[in-house]
């Protein structure tokens, strides 16, 4: 599974690539707004640090709108994928962006039969939010189970981003699933290291060496 970042600082950006872990990075306005900086500029600077997909969300309504947004976003670089939201509007953005070979991340989807519907209309890319699916009471992860298995019946080539993860068990559960993706935010990707027998051992083999040095 591939592991994405759901953020859009870019410092947080430049450290995970490092590790060598990340091949991808979703945006959201929300994430954007919070970094108080120009979009486009902020998303050329991501574009720079990763090599793959970075998603970058329409804020329009209607069909014709978002795509003049996201013919806009996607000039700025060939690894730009356009976030639409799950609705008709946005779906025929989606088969409008295929045509032209433009990738879509279709976006807020919290059912299977939405996700059936992006990838009908010829998304890239489909993100089940199942942490807002588990604040609510419903199962996320068991709709992108659903998701999934529907894709892989009609071997649909849409990928599967699990999206809005709030701990690593979210993203052992969607490995465990098969989803293509985890986009998962900088706290979560840190959490994921960390192992109490991983600090004990680490205490452990330092204080030893250090007795040991000696003789
Ligand atoms: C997905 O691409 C979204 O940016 C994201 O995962 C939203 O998650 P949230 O519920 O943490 O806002």
């Given amino acids: 599974m591939e592991i994405f970042l759901d953020t859009a600082n870019v410092d947080e950006i430049r450290e995970a690539v490092e590790w060598g872990v990340v091949s991808g990075v979703t945006t959201n306005p929300t994430l954007v707004a919070k970094e108080g900086r120009n979009f486009h500029q902020v998303l050329k600077e ?3 640090l990763v090599r793959g997909p970075v ?4 804020l329009s309504l209607e ?3 978002m795509l003049q947004e996201a013919r806009e976003l996607a000039r700025l670089d060939p690894n730009i994928v356009i976030k639409i939201p799950v609705i008709p ?3 025929k953005a989606v088969r409008a962006l295929a045509r032209e070979g433009i990738r879509a991340n279709v976006t807020l989807v919290f059912s299977a039969p ?3 519907l992006a990838a009908r209309a010829g998304a890239a890319f489909v993100s089940p939010f199942i942490g807002r699916m588990d604040d609510i009471g419903q199962e996320g ?3 992108l189970e ?4 529907i894709f892989r019946n009609y071997q ?3 990928k599967v981003i699990a999206a809005s993860i709030r701990h690593p068990r979210h993203v052992l559960e969607a490995a465990r699933l098969g989803a293509a993706i985890a986009t998962v935010p900088f706290a979560v990707l840190a959490q994921m290291f960390k192992h109490p027998l991983t600090d004990l051992g680490i205490a452990r083999f330092q204080a030893d060496w250090e007795k040991a040095k000696g003789i």
């Fill in 141 to 143: 992860t068991a709709v």
């Fill in 156 to 158: 649909y080539p849409t």
């Fill in 55 to 58: 998603s970058a969300e329409v």
């Fill in 46 to 48: 991501i574009c720079n």
């Fill in 146 to 149: 659903d998701i999934i298995k």
């Fill in 89 to 91: 509007g946005g779906m």
């Fill in 114 to 116: 939405q996700a059936l």
């Fill in 63 to 65: 069909a014709e709108g």
